[in-house]
């Protein structure tokens, strides 16, 4: 009486392909975005923002060179108070 050999199971049921909603750089990047749009409308960042920020550069974070010179912007804005910093 031989044993039967275990099924084995094809590795797509244990493995999933990340995604765009599950790779956290990318949803790093549409943070990023988010936080910029937000703060050129409002006029207004907090502290904590701003230390998102300055770690999105500092962490290479950031992609294009467009998103680097408009978080260049708002830090000279804050620096400069045409940008309201709040808490």
Do not use: C, W
């Not at 050129?40 to 680097?68: D, G, P, W, Y």
């Amino acid at each position: 009486m031989s044993n039967p050999s275990p099924k084995r199971l094809p590795l797509a049921l244990f493995y999933r392909r990340p995604t765009a909603e599950s790779d956290p750089r990318r949803t790093a990047q549409e943070n990023i975005r988010r936080l910029l749009t937000q703060i050129e409308t409002s006029r207004k960042i907090s502290r904590f923002e701003h230390l998102q920020l300055m770690t999105a550069i500092l962490s290479n974070q950031v992609e294009t060179a467009q998103e680097r010179r408009l978080i260049n912007k708002i830090f000279e804005d804050a620096q400069t108070g045409q940008l309201k910093i709040v808490d």
